[in-house]
């Protein structure tokens, strides 16, 4: 059975601090490796802002000095990354990758990844529960995973799917900072996660992406019915993609062409 990775569940947290060593305490603790040149440390004024819902986690992260931060080997999230201020750039499996305002990047784990931050860059960082992704990749194509999920690492945020996919994170950051958000509410929380998760599986370049768009299957009146009534039955419990799979045995690519 795959390892649940745990993403803090509450609901905002706020860090700064201008030591070296208390910095790289508190990302080590949650996963990353952080760098500074010893000329740097002084000029370090890293700040914190973090909203936490089930399986994300919206942080701005800011430094004064520049760093560089890697994943350590067990990470199991996925991480979007997005310059608000500034420029970072990153080397993904042996790849450079530029960043700059318009351009994110998407880091799968377990792929050799550095980041490197320039002095006074702030950036937009989304970490996505890698047994969620996972989880809901095997709905959609109706079978087991046979290789590590991997996204293509660049991502343009001025046009196409990465342009709606920077709208709907801007409007979700926006929201969340509103104490009355409904997306603090269990069902609604699910439903933005699952939303984000279609979008990228569906059309953000990966490994399986080619799988998914060929997959075709007939689909039956039973079956239909069998989704149907699952829901029907479930109308004030969080169900999302993979129960509905699990219920009417529909491939969850296929049940998405039907709707």
């Known amino acids: ?48 802002k973090s909203v936490f819902l089930p399986g994300l986690l919206f942080t701005r992260l800011e430094y004064g000095a520049a760093v560089q931060v890697r994943t350590a080997e067990n990470y199991e999230d996925y991480r979007f990354v997005a310059p608000l201020r500034g420029r970072l750039c990153g080397t993904i499996a042996n790849e450079d990758v530029p960043c700059r305002p318009g351009a994110a990047m998407l880091v799968s784990p377990r792929l050799d990844n550095l980041l490197r931050v320039e002095r006074d860059t702030a950036g937009l960082n989304v970490l996505l529960s890698g047994f969620m992704l996972r989880r809901h990749l095997v709905a959609l194509l109706g079978e087991p995973l046979k290789a590590p999920l991997e996204f293509a690492v660049p991502l343009s945020l001025r046009e196409g799917h990465g342009r709606s996919l920077a709208h709907f994170l801007r409007l979700a950051v926006a929201e969340l900072e509103r104490r009355d958000s409904i997306l603090v509410e269990p069902i609604a929380a699910q439903s933005y996660r699952d939303f984000l998760t279609n979008a990228l599986l569906i059309y953000h370049p990966h490994n399986y992406g080619e799988r998914l768009r060929r997959l075709e299957r007939p689909i039956t009146p039973r079956d239909v019915k069998r989704a149907i009534d699952y829901i029907q039955e479930n109308l004030d419990t969080k169900i999302g993609l993979p129960e509905i799979v699990a219920a009417s045995g529909i491939p969850g690519r296929t049940d998405q062409a039907f709707s």
Do not use: N
């Open 1 to 48: 059975m795959e390892r649940r990775t745990a993403l803090p569940l509450q609901r905002r947290q706020i860090f700064a601090t201008q030591d070296a060593e208390e910095a790289r305490a508190f990302l080590g603790a949650r996963g990353f490796l952080l760098d500074i040149p010893s000329r740097e440390a002084t000029d370090l004024d890293m700040r914190l």
